[in-house]
């Protein structure tokens, strides 16, 4: 592979988004929240000029392209984070024990999962929030990894050990990310 003399990567900061850089720290502003980020290596730079944000490195090689790449995929998350948010839709699934799920404080809640005396829980992360509507749980944030974090978990408390999952489909199932 020919090695490029820098790798450049130009994200326009969007209208109703405040943007700021300070040692390492890319701060995000926007009309649904604040969303911070530390960016921190020795060969990627980032910078702020003329209402765009600027991801840079001069002679790349393969790895500071990676982070480049991720870098500005992380940017972009952040701009439609504050701006849009995002929204993950869980479906509750059961066949013969009904399922009780609720939210108290930073815990999801799951009562009688296959019958179980003992509850189940799932932790929330940072900042976002969880609504509990009939048999759908909406997960909902400005920061991507909190919202899929969070799903991730309700996901998993809710995993079935030692049986058959083609008979035993209990659970909370992700259905729908954005």
């Not at 939210?103 to 976002?128: C, M, Q, W």
């Not at 998993?156 to 659970?171: M, W």
């Amino acid at each position: 592979m020919p090695v490029a003399p820098e790798v450049k990567y130009t994200i326009k900061i969007p209208e109703d988004v405040n943007v700021s850089y300070d040692d390492y720290v890319l701060t995000v502003k926007g009309p649904k929240g604040e969303v911070k980020r530390e960016f921190m290596h020795d060969r990627v730079s980032m910078r702020i000029e003329d209402g765009y944000v600027v991801v840079y490195c001069a002679l790349p090689k393969k790895k500071d392209y990676a982070v480049a790449g991720t870098w500005n995929s992380h940017v972009k998350n952040m701009f439609k984070g504050v701006t849009e948010g995002f929204e993950y839709h869980l479906k509750i699934l059961f066949a013969h024990f009904p399922m009780k799920v609720s939210v108290k404080g930073d815990k999801v809640v799951i009562e009688n999962f296959l019958g179980e005396r003992s509850p189940r829980y799932a932790k929330i992360f940072g900042d976002v929030k969880v609504e509990v509507k009939g048999d759908m749980v909406i997960v909902k944030s400005v920061n991507k990894e909190h919202a899929g974090q969070t799903a991730a978990n309700i996901e998993r408390a809710t995993r079935i050990k030692d049986r058959d999952p083609r008979v035993f489909q209990d659970g909370i199932y992700i259905i729908k990310k954005g």
